[in-house]
């Protein structure tokens, strides 16, 4: 086996940082705890004989009245949560190995040197020479690409307010930008469902895209929705990189929908309240009225209309769904810091707390457009080449490295983890969800096909039936106290379907994975990689796998000497590692695994086709099993259960008679919510 993961790495030494220094920051005493031991309202509350759902809760969709949704600039999830208990971060025991025994966290540089991760809480930009090779879906160079310092994350203590956040509600570690490439075009994932091919910052704000955007569609189902940004600038394109203007982020004017030229000024669409422009704040950019500092009253200002809209009587009202975008300043786009865009949301989640009705009843979303070349370890689901929708040319578009993603809601509140595969397109796909079940529907046309079946709708974060409303405390952003969670705080959410895959052999020499999956949502697919583990040649094999399309891969042993060595990667800690030499007289070890969801066990049947006694050895690699040694006769077979933690396993098999024959499970169970 490889070695295991680096541990993370140490926090830094204690003193003075350029925290304490920052304009508009003030001090805050003590760290925050979680898990059992600081204040945290229903979050932590013992659990009741009998729950009882709090007043004016239906318990479903429902009751959530407001979506809004805060796209960030450019972190990886491993840069931001790489240390955060729970998650797959820098102890991921099933993360990708590579073939001369070392893992994805041991990345060379061009001399061959091995760059590992480690902390450091400076303000650095990043190369994105890694967008638009093909080649780097070996996840092997990233240092080679980006340099150095793409594999640095920050400390517990600098990312304590978003570490108490995710820790009182729900964060989702298995969350991609929608495609391997910049801003804008993950950001027209966001609000279009599609780049339409483009993999460039280009043409910013032109009103120039003539595809349908998801604000139109709410707009014909008569769905009320707002984009909050200041405007500051001046004229078509001219916005301001600082602290005031949106940094060209509002991707609605991009789109023609929303062009503002030739319209009268009583034309309906710059209606107040009601109008299309209007309600993207699309009009050309214009003045500054806003101090151009990280001032709080520079904070109070480009988040005015947003406050006002959140007071009680407004007279535009918090619509149902709403998009914020940030000027550069706040927006954490390096050089841009963590801590100002941790101000920024902090000053959201104030602004929606400080009306008990919003905030009980809203669904906030926090997600970021792209990783901005920062090293992330987990591999993005992959389609195959030409499927439809996924591709310029021969370059795959998605999905592009883990971005974070905090889901803050009564219905997402207690400390989870969210682990099916989420990209931008997942928050349309909510809102399609939410409306069909307002009575208005809608369905965004540009999602391709192979998308909707990888991507999930968000609903699996999310428990309707046990909200816990009510207000919480979060860390202060400048206080660099690290938020201290108690071990098993963070509790993995129950997924419906599972993913599998097994090996059969021939005499001719071909040994075959079967990759499978079972239960989801109708259509639900899965993305799985092949890698081979030594013999040939390193690179990844994509395979795509539905309930009803099993896949099936195939290494003919011929060509390499009777030997076989590779291993099958999914998300959520799926691997699957097969490796020995076939035997003309068909007596190698053979092993059939089942995973039974009723019992949360993985049943193992050791075999023995060969006259003498076999003895295998199952040892877990994590999560619970221990080692088991079973002696096998000939002609004869065992069955062994092997146990899961919270429906995870991850076990190796060996034999004594091959020392060339290993494999390993690892994965997880469906859980029944």
Known sequence: MAPDPIPAAPEPESGTTRRRFLQGAGAAAGALMLGGIADTGAANAAPAAKYRLPKGFRGDLSDLRHVVILMQENRST???FGTFPGVRGFNDKQALRFQDGTSVFQQRDSTGAIVTPKVDDGMWGNDHGAWGDVNHRKWDLWVQHNGASCMNYHSDAYMSFYHSVAAQYTIADQNFCSEFGPTDPNRKYLWSGT???????????????????????????????????DNSGNGRQGYLSSWIGDYGDNELKYFKGFEPNGLAAGDPKLRPGTGLIWRGNATYYAGATTPNDDSDANLDAVLKDFH????????HPLPAVSWLVAPYGWSEHPDADTLHGERYVKKVLDILQSNPDIWNHTLFILNYDENDGKFDHVLPPWPEAGTAGEYTGSYPLGFGPRVPMVLVSPWTRGGYVASEVFDHTSTIKFLEKWAAHLGKPFRCPNISQWRRSIAGDLTSALDFAHPQPGPATFADPVAEQPVSIAAGHMKPRPLSFHPHATLTQDRSGKVTATMTLTGGPQDKAVSFQVFPDKLKAFSSTPFTVTARNPRQYTWDTTATGGEYAFSIYSNDGFVRSFAGRVSPNGTDPRVETDLLQREQQVKLTLHNDGPKPVTYTLTAHDYRGGTRRVTVRGGKHEVVAWPTENGYYDVVVTVDSDSS?????AGRIAMDR
Not at 196 to 219: A, K
Not at 661 to 665: K, L, N, V
């Open 195 to 229: 780049s339409n091919t483009e993999t460039g910052n280009t043409d910013e704000s032109n009103y120039s895209r003539p595809w349908l955007t998801v604000p139109e569609q709410l707009q014909q189902a008569g769905i009320d929705w707002r984009l909050y940004s």
């Open 308 to 315: 006002d809209a959140c007071r009680p009587g407004a007279e």
């Open 661 to 665: 024959w290993t494999q390993r499970y």
């Open 78 to 80: 491993d840069h931001y």
